[in-house]
Every structure is written in structure tokens, then in C-alpha cells.
């Protein structure tokens, strides 16, 4: 990432409903050169139990059935400097979509690189890492058993 404008980063979604500040990372100041990793250990867990958790467990039938867009859409986010927060704005910059369906549908790997496109869709600026556990009981509402 080259844009000198760009000096503190994070990483947001959204995911069976749940939205906002619980689901961005923490900031983290852009690396000097574009090949140094960005690490954030950000780690949310989901509870999909039917007794408890119905909703989230029916969304994510919903999206693994793709009767709901099954793409998990991760937001990079450049954020202003602490001085600057009065005269400048956080900006969205990239874009990286996880396929929750074709990763059921999958192998095993819990271990998933994402391209990151840039806002206007028209390059790739980096890389995301995600981890992803839980890989049966996604399975389990994908086969729609209990």
C-alpha cells in the first residue's frame, strides 16, 4: 500500500447479524514497506446452537444454502491519525470475500488468503489471512441435521 495519505489500518465485517464495533479488528499502523504483514489476532466467536441460537444458526443455513448472499464481506478501513480525526474521515479501501458455502463445500483448511481489492474493484492491493474453526458444525447446517 503506497498511499502516503494512509497511516493507521483495520479490518471490519459483518456476520450472522452481528455488526459494528465488535467486529473490527484493532488499528494498526500501515508498515514501511509493502511487504512487512499487517497482524491484527482478532478472533470472534459464534455460537450456532439451535436452542440458543436459532437465528444465527438459520442465517447461516440461509447462506450456506445460498438463498442468502454466502459471502462474508471483510472491509480494510484507513483511519485517521489521532490529530486528525476532527478534519478527516475513516475510509473504506479494500475489499476481501470469503465464500462460506464453497469453504464447507471444501477441504479442510483452516487457514484462508483472501485477495484484498482496492475500492474502486479494479486492482488487488494485499492479502487477508483468515482462520476459520468449526469447520463441522458449519457442515452440520449445511446438511441441515441437528
Same mark, same amino acid.
Given at each position: 500500500?503506497?498511499?502516503?495519505?494512509?497511516?493507521?489500518?483495520?479490518?471490519?465485517?459483518?456476520?450472522?447479524?452481528?455488526?459494528?464495533?465488535?467486529?473490527?479488528?484493532?488499528?494498526?499502523?500501515?508498515?514501511?514497506?509493502?511487504?512487512?504483514?499487517?497482524?491484527?489476532?482478532?478472533?470472534?466467536?459464534?455460537?450456532?446452537?439451535?436452542?440458543?441460537?436459532?437465528?444465527?444458526?438459520?442465517?447461516?443455513?440461509?447462506?450456506?444454502?445460498?438463498?442468502?448472499?454466502?459471502?462474508?464481506?471483510?472491509?480494510?478501513?484507513?483511519?485517521?491519525?489521532?490529530?486528525?480525526?476532527? /478534519?478527516?474521515?475513516?475510509?473504506?479501501?479494500?475489499?476481501?470475500?470469503?465464500? =462460506? #458455502? !464453497?469453504?464447507?463445500? +471444501? $477441504?479442510?483448511?483452516?487457514?484462508?488468503?483472501?485477495?484484498?481489492?482496492?475500492?474502486?474493484?479494479?486492482?488487488? /492491493?494485499?492479502?487477508?489471512?483468515?482462520?476459520?474453526?468449526?469447520?463441522?458444525? =458449519? #457442515? !452440520?447446517?449445511?446438511? +441441515? $441435521?441437528?
Amino acid at each position: 500500500m503506497l498511499d502516503d495519505d494512509v497511516h493507521l489500518l483495520y479490518v471490519e465485517y459483518s456476520f450472522l447479524g452481528y455488526r459494528g464495533a465488535d467486529m473490527e479488528t484493532e488499528s494498526v499502523t500501515k508498515p514501511k514497506t509493502y511487504t512487512e504483514p499487517l497482524i491484527y489476532n482478532f478472533r470472534k466467536v459464534f455460537s450456532i446452537d439451535e436452542e440458543y441460537h436459532s437465528i444465527e444458526r438459520n442465517t447461516l443455513r440461509a447462506m450456506l444454502h445460498e438463498s442468502i448472499n454466502p459471502n462474508i464481506k471483510f472491509i480494510l478501513v484507513s483511519e485517521p491519525l489521532p490529530a486528525e480525526t476532527d /478534519i478527516k474521515d475513516c475510509v473504506e479501501i479494500g475489499y476481501a470475500y470469503f465464500n =462460506i #458455502r !464453497e469453504y464447507a463445500l +471444501g $477441504d479442510d483448511d483452516q487457514s484462508i488468503t483472501l485477495p484484498i481489492i482496492n475500492q474502486m474493484q479494479t486492482e488487488q /492491493i494485499g492479502l487477508l489471512t483468515i482462520y476459520v474453526q468449526g469447520l463441522d458444525a =458449519i #457442515r !452440520e447446517c449445511l446438511s +441441515g $441435521d441437528m
